[in-house]
């Protein structure tokens, strides 16, 4: 009998909702977002309207489905380009920076989608905002008890992180920091992108351990996206805060526990004599 799955993985079909709603339907607790959660994680442009329905600030973006875009391409380009140069081009549903390219013009953007549309139907496109901070905080928690960590700033950063800068390099300048822990910026700013990143958190029925990654402008906050398994638990962003490794790994267990035990009590079934009485109800009488 297995007591509990932490499911420490990356990408399609395991950090989708595939993996845990396989798990749910065979009765087996798990660590992290729920199916909704997770799925709603990992598509960027579900993930969007969610944020907007709660208010969250994000940055402008249109979005398109690949099977459309032979009939459409001059609209979508129309619609790209009345967000404005610079733009992000992303698959919807790819994470690690998979996929995505700058455009600074129509000759790059053609390209991005081109790019974008080999790995996934949708296609979404967002306005860059040039010198851009990107700060992430994670939160930890379930419903309304939460908890938000130190803010980190990766050092350097500045458009987005590559496949490459996020796993490959990293492991050769592991000497070397590349996160700023706490992240440099002010109280009333700080504040803000805990109390999004909460919101945030909640938007998508979060349980366990995120992380939400912001893009900071000035004194503009928007909220980028959420990892529902980010890299490394995000351990590093809790260890400032006294929460040792093990702690933390309990604390997302104990809540998986607590998912879990909330799932059991609802009614999932319900019994009813259904092919007799439509069976009777053919009868002549």
Known sequence: EIDIVFPAVHGTNVEDGALQG????????????????????????VMKKVFQSYSLPVVDYMWFYRSGFAENKDKIIKQAEEIGYPLIVKPANLGSSVGINKAKNQNDLMFAMDVAMSYDRKIIIEKCIENVREINCAVIGYENELETSLCEEPVGWKEFLTYEDKYV??????????????????????????DYAKQAFNAVDGCGNARIDFLLSGNNIFVNEINTIPGSISFYLWEGKGVSFKQLISKIIELAEIQHSQKKVNIVSYDIDLLNKMGGGGKNK
């Open 22 to 45: 396989l798990l749910q339907m065979n009765g087996v607790p798990y660590a992290f977002g729920s199916v909704l959660c997770s799925a709603v994680g990992m598509d960027k442009i």
């Open 169 to 194: 390099n990293k492991k050769k300048d592991s000497s070397e920091s590349k996160n700023r822990i706490p992240a440099e910026i002010d109280e009333e700013i700080e504040a803000q992108i805990k």
